[in-house]
Nanobody, 126 residues
């Protein structure tokens, strides 16, 4: 699976931004997908995940209530809508995917995902 993230940019604190991830695959409907982020000098961390059928969604506590993950199977796209952005949200955002069976749990660890996009930089100014 090839993943291409886009939509990053510079935004002021309190603003909104949507990042997108295009998947090149014939098996999009079999993919659990997620967003991770990595801030300078920090480990890559889980942000949000969505199961292959869209029924299970997890968020990191730090973004719960501000970020919304979604997917469009027709367009083979993954989205992350980010509202009420804070300077601490500044990071490179990566989309990730894993081809799974229907009953597989939605992972929150890096090792739960096999395919990664190149990342898109989100900078939130104070």
């Amino acid at each position: 699976v090839q993943l291409q993230a886009s939509g990053g940019g510079l935004v002021q604190a309190g603003g909104s931004l949507r990042v997108s991830c295009a998947a090149s695959t014939f098996t999009f409907s079999r993919l659990n997908m997620a967003w991770f982020r990595q801030a300078p000098g920090k480990e890559r961390e889980f942000v949000a995940g969505i199961s292959r059928n869209g029924r299970n969604i997890y968020y990191a506590d730090s973004v719960k209530g501000r970020f919304t993950i979604s997917r469009d199977s027709d367009k083979k796209m993954l989205y992350l809508q980010m509202n009420s952005l804070k300077p601490e949200d500044t990071a490179v955002y990566y989309c990730a995917a894993k081809n799974v069976i229907l009953t597989a749990p939605l992972g929150t660890r890096r090792e739960d995902y096999a395919d990664w996009g190149q990342g898109t930089l989100v900078t939130v100014s104070s």
